[in-house]
């Protein structure tokens, strides 16, 4: 591919999107963004956003051993605000790597999901921000 010297070219990634749209940030670590997913599949699902559009292959171990110190930290979190009763965590590898944390409950895939193909969520993704930046302030 030909590029212009000088040109910054952005990739154009879902995820890199995601982390210059500050109105879902939660918090900021050196290497990573914890970001409420806009288009969640539960309430509480939380993303852990590499900073730089790095692929799991790219990154490197202490990288990797900081997401999921930052993983289990949420997951401790989302246990405590959302009473739930497992967590997934899902792992995108190429092209950005990023953590998903979902939070589940027994019988949270209803005959919605399965007739209509829709999800009921019943808190917003700005509701989820709100809870979590608060429960970080009060945790201080």
């Not at 970001?35 to 559009?53: D, R, S, Y």
């Not at 490197?60 to 739930?84: D, P």
């Not at 949270?108 to 809870?131: A, C, G, L």
Request: charged share 20%; net charge positive.
């Amino acid at each position: 591919m030909f590029k212009i010297p000088g040109v910054s070219y952005i990739p154009n990634c879902e995820y890199c999107k995601l982390i210059h749209e500050r109105e879902f940030l939660v918090e900021e670590y050196p290497n990573y963004f914890v970001i409420v997913n806009p288009k969640p599949f539960n309430n509480g699902h939380l993303l852990i956003i590499h900073k730089q559009h790095k692929s799991f292959d790219d990154i490197s171990i202490t990288e990797l051993a900081q997401a999921y110190e930052i993983c289990s930290k949420y997951v401790k979190i989302l246990q405590k605000l959302y009473n739930c009763h497992g967590i997934n965590i899902g792992y995108i590898l190429k092209p950005h790597f990023v953590l998903h944390i979902v939070p589940r409950w027994n019988g949270d895939v209803s005959f919605v999901s399965v007739f209509f193909n829709t999800r009921i969520v019943p808190e917003t993704p700005f509701d989820t921000v709100k809870r979590l930046r608060e429960f970080l302030k009060s945790s201080l």
